[in-house]
């Protein structure tokens, strides 16, 4: 049954690639290409600012200073959460990190079983919340107990880097049947909608500055495609700025200076003082829908099939491609804290791995085979790199790049990973 999820998975992502039409379960598709952007930014966010979306980030909202929105008290260890979805139900499965061992599932909803959507944790680590096309629902950390649905079209949602307003994304097709894509606003201290944005048909990745003042939002599918930044203060959108065909990932320097927009074959820096786009970066061949920024801001990094693509921030100009492994598409990406060791995972057929990257080189080491489905996310302090696979989590130890003993989980295949700060 898990076979015949993972090729109709596999086979809508190779159907979107090759449309210029939005396909019909964004989200998932989105998940897939984008939850880092949303979970690497609440990881280890406060190095490098990237949210998405995706989306995207981003992913993994970026760490930041606030009230949480959730009672109770804050865990005493870091929690990783995995998410797994089959064809029947799905689940979100509590780890802790200071144990390695899983706690009682908590059932997710018939939306997320059938659409799939987006995980975002609160920068006090004190709430979860789990995004599905009809609605989000917060789970408390302390307790694992969720809490009422937040009524709200949103495949993607993105924490505001001050925690005090989360925004969701729902794109064309989603589980409530909307005719347009919507871009709302949620007051985290109430868990209420505000009124929704009309930013475009089908708004993608989320990216906030490191201050939170703006958030810049993708529109795949316009012709070109554009990013628009909107002002969370007033929540009034500006300008579209063109970035070309396809703009499905992004991510922002940690300075805040520059977003850089992935493209189907090119990278489109913006800058944010102007909101103008500079000259795109050209990749030579299509994207994977992967950029991350090292947690130093000068390089980014772009997934593709075979190897990874260093481009320098300080002159646009791309290095030398990083081989990964012929065929191999490099689809989740999270750096180390001091930024020296940046982890790159693929999670197609039964080999799939994670392959440590020394940032100072380019040089790949030694793959570390996990299993299909690999989704990953690195812990605070940056000891462990925890990369989900079918029907378990492997811990990677940062400091041997060695795996140590699988975490078992239920059937399922894993499609979040995040963990708290």
């Known amino acids: 049954m898990l076979t015949d999820m993972e090729g109709r998975l596999r086979a809508a992502m190779e159907s979107a690639v090759g449309s210029e039409q939005p396909p019909r379960n964004l989200a998932e598709l989105v998940r897939r290409r984008h939850r880092r952007h949303v979970r690497r930014a609440a990881v280890a966010g406060a190095a490098s600012a990237a949210v998405v ?10 760490l930041g200073r606030g009230p949480g929105p959730a009672g109770g008290h804050r865990p005493p260890a870091s929690t990783v959460y995995v998410a797994l979805r089959d064809k029947l139900a799905s689940m979100l499965v509590p780890i802790s990190a200071a144990t390695n061992r899983p706690g009682k599932p908590i059932r997710l909803g018939g939306s997320w079983a059938q659409h799939g959507g987006s995980l975002a ?24 107990k969720p809490g009422k649905p937040i009524r709200v079209n949103g495949g993607h949602f993105a924490i505001d880097p001050d925690g005090k307003t989360a925004y969701a994304a729902g794109p064309v097709g989603s589980a409530v049947g909307l005719v347009r894509g919507t871009f709302t606003p949620v007051n985290l201290a109430t868990n209420t909608p505000g009124k929704p944005i009309r930013l475009c048909s089908n708004p993608g990745a989320i990216a906030f500055t490191p201050d939170g003042k703006t958030a810049y939002v993708t529109c795949p599918y316009t012709r070109p495609s554009t990013v628009i930044p909107v002002n969370t203060a007033t929540n009034t959108p500006g300008r579209p700025i063109p970035v070309g065909r396809r703009a499905r990932a992004i991510a922002v320097t940690p300075d805040g200076k520059t977003v850089y927009v992935l493209g189907l074959d090119t990278v489109t820096p913006i800058s944010t003082a102007t909101n103008k786009p500079g000259q795109p970066i050209r990749l030579g061949s299509n994207s994977n829908a992967l950029i991350a920024i090292t947690p130093d801001g000068k390089t980014v990094y772009v997934g593709a099939t075979g190897r990874v693509v260093p481009i320098s921030t300080a002159t ?3 290095g030398q491609p990083i081989r990964i492994g012929a065929g191999v598409p490099a689809e989740e990406i999270v750096f180390t804290p001091d930024g020296k060791t940046a982890y790159v995972a693929n999670g197609e057929g039964p080999t799939g791995r994670v392959i440590p990257i020394s940032t100072a080189t380019g040089t790949p080491g030694k793959p570390i085979f996990i299993g299909v489905g690999t989704a990953m996310a690195i812990t605070p302090h940056g000891k462990t790199v925890y990369a989900a696979a079918l029907n378990k989590v492997v811990p990677i130890s940062t400091a041997t790049n060695t795996p140590g003993q699988p975490i078992r989980l239920p059937d399922g295949l894993p499609t979040w990973i995040v963990t708290t700060p």
Request: hydrophobic letters at 40%; glycine letters at 6%.
């Open 53 to 62: 979306a995706a989306l995207i980030p981003a992913a993994a909202g970026v």
């Open 121 to 144: 944790v609160t920068p006090d680590g004190k709430t979860l919340y789990v995004s599905a096309p009809a609605e989000t629902t917060p789970i408390s950390t302390a307790t694992n």
């Open 316 to 318: 646009n100009t791309p």
